[in-house]
């Protein structure tokens, strides 16, 4: 953090726009700006092209000798196989409804950030080579031909878009730049083009079963550390099980639910309410990982890790799967799965054993959202909540993007929040829900190598945080996603000083009142901060 600039000259009101055409624009690779090439030992563990060590910042990228015959030859298979693809390549009238709903054109003042023109860097190479008009009249139908520097612009450019498709909630003609996005970068992949951070983490993934690349003993030695945490807090003793064969759910969430503060605490959430509830259920240490970075490289790379988790609940036998907080496990296994992996029809329909509640929108998938399963308990009035356990936190909730968008998971992590906190506000409207702005390091950006560009890109909800911290005091921002726990204290740090990050079942956790403590009065939260109850009242 201390590289950065101060943050009131981060981010500059003035937008430059080029005097020339726009494919003339320049654009550097400036340290913070851009993410590091690929290692490449990930090539080799997954099996990808072109493994050699390289850098955004040579000269010569080592691309293979017909490096554009294989772009071509990607991009006429994905039009032929897309058929969205070839809609979103021919449609785009360019109106700009888009362009001042990215996070990153706002954060940067780039034009070429604005979603419309991020996606003319592909579409005006499609012009040239697959459209009658664009091989004939060239440059006057936005047509150009494809170069290496294009591929260097593709690259800078198509890793400042987090994929998080606010741009597409605005757009009239219902154009996904984010699947643009997607594309742009498989086609970059065939090239050996990739970035460190996204490979390291899939490979392991893949190799492993999580993207930190912890071991199968670490996972319990980590969990058992937390429960050792939530002994000391409750004087309850959880005990978890891990690859147990005929347990009626498999729990999966992101490893930064157990590895990384603040995510251990929501961690620590979920084995408390599980203990409270007596859920049968087991963790698995080999599909340790419910984050799909494999969303960040190809349309292959998701299907193969996503196969993990359902390929574990086979080998567990259980009846259906329990996901945590988490953002692209879950556009994944919403969007996707269908038509990569099929139905997963070895699974039973989820039930809920406490309530009894069918969670019959997961008749294909066979996996619940812990926020519906936890909020219909609480509906239920299956659990004893005291709110003021929490009452030292002033807590807003940001629209973590991959549930809101990608799912329509708005009300029920917000029901839950109204049912364990006292001090609930909500940020403008225009940056909620469907509307929510991205943390800015989604997709695969949260690398230190990009932290200026992602303080950018999160400038927008910082604005929006920062309304509610100068109106209401809030002292605490609440999402649901793993990856957002991980980059948004960074945020807060740099905008918003005074504002923390936390899981919705961290909060959770804090409010459970355990039929196990007995008389027990607990005098910390789960962070080890002493309980403060004032009473509050609900921004509605």
Known sequence: MSSLPKADSLVSNKIIMPK??????????????????????HHEVLGLPNPRKWSPEDDDWQLPENWKEILLEGLRERLDKYRSLKLFMDVCVRCGACADKCHFFLGSGDPKNMPFLRAELLRSVYRREFTKAGKIMGRMVGARDLTEHVVKEW??????CSECRRCSVYCPFGIDTAEITIIARELLGLLGVNTDWILASV???FRVGNHVGIQPHAVVDTIDMLCDDIEDITGIRIEPTYNRKGAEVLFITPSGDYFADPGIYTFMGYLMLFHEIGLDYTLSTYASEGGNFGLFV???????????MYAEAKRLGVKWILGGECGHMWRVVNQYMDTMNGPADFLETPVSPITGTKFENTLSTKMVHITEFTSDLIRHQKLKLDPSRNDGYRVTYHDSCNPARAMGLFEEPRYILKNVVNNFYEMPDDTIREKTYCCGSGSGLNNDEFLEMRMRGGFPRANAVQHVQEQH?????????ALDRAAMPHL?????????????????GNALVMKDEGDRVRETNLRGEPIETTGGEQDV
């Open 20 to 41: 020339d055409n726009w494919f003339n624009a320049p654009f550097e690779f400036r340290k913070g700006t851009y993410n590091y090439g690929s290692n490449p030992k």
């Open 492 to 508: 807060m740090q740099y905008w918003n000083p005074g504002v923390e990050v936390c899981g919705v079942h961290e909060l959770l």
């Open 298 to 308: 190809s349309h292959e790379m998701m299907k193969r890790l996503n196969i993990k």
């Open 155 to 160: 690259f800078y450019y198509f890793f400042q």
């Open 473 to 481: 005091d809030v002292n605490m921002l609440s999402c649901i996603c």
């Open 203 to 205: 490979s392991n993934c």
